[in-house]
């Protein structure tokens, strides 16, 4: 029996980092993020969508889409957000329930499904349990700005967009604080893996 573990939690609070010690462990990860850059390249559906939703205005010169030009324009209008979910959602869902189900079908005891927007999106029942990566918002935002060199309002702009990360984490069946060390957060996952009985650490 697969335990299908949905990890999630708000913008730049570090769920990569925890992905990647899942990955480490060899317990497999299926990326939202990944597959929804790929779902939008040139030649996919969703590509020729969102070109004719927001004009070519968003395109770089080698034709693929800016994402931060595009970002810029979702993130601070939010029926434009609301269009550009509605385009790329659905396609990225039929990609990550094909991953999931083969996965499941190859017999994984733990598949990760990794989807930032688990809960605004309403993908819950698609797991079984929900783990939040958790920092305070002052955190979120001076990472948001010097990871993606954004204006602090533009940042804003950013973790406004979602469900603030406590509410996340009351919603959760386990939180990792990741505002700690990285071999804290690690520990964490450790305990959390065990009690599920997801997997064996000596």
């Known amino acids: 029996m697969t335990i299908v573990i949905g990890l999630t939690g708000s913008i730049a609070t570090g769920k990569t980092t925890v992905a990647n010690m899942f990955e480490k462990w060899d317990i497999p990860v299926i990326d939202a993020d990944k597959i929804a850059r790929q779902v939008v390249e040139p030649g996919m559906p969703?590509?020729?969508?969102?070109i004719d939703y927001f004009g070519d205005v968003i395109l770089l010169e080698s034709k693929q889409i800016?994402?931060?030009?595009?970002g810029q324009i979702v993130f601070s209008d939010e029926s434009m957000r609301q269009q550009l979910n509605q385009i790329v959602h659905p396609a990225v869902r039929e990609q990550m329930l094909k991953q999931r189900d083969m996965l499941v079908d190859e017999g994984k005891k733990a598949v990760v499904m990794d989807?930032?927007?688990l809960f605004e999106s309403?993908?819950?029942?698609?797991?079984?349990?929900?783990?939040?990566?958790?920092?305070?918002?002052?955190?979120?935002?001076?990472?948001?700005?010097?990871?993606?060199?954004?204006?602090?309002?533009?940042a804003l702009n950013r973790v406004r967009a979602q469900i603030?990360?406590?509410?996340k984490a009351e919603m959760a069946d386990a939180i990792i604080y990741n505002d700690r060390t990285l071999a804290e957060s690690e520990q964490q996952l450790i305990t959390i893996l065990s009690k599920w009985e997801v997997a064996t650490f000596s």
């Open 164 to 167: 603030p990360g406590r509410e």
């Open 66 to 70: 800016d994402r931060k030009k595009l």
């Open 115 to 117: 989807i930032p927007l």
């Open 122 to 154: 309403k993908l819950t029942k698609l797991v079984d349990k929900i783990l939040v990566v958790f920092v305070e918002v002052d955190i979120q935002l001076k990472r948001l700005v010097e990871r993606d060199h954004l204006t602090k309002e533009d």
């Open 46 to 50: 969703a590509y020729q969508q969102i």
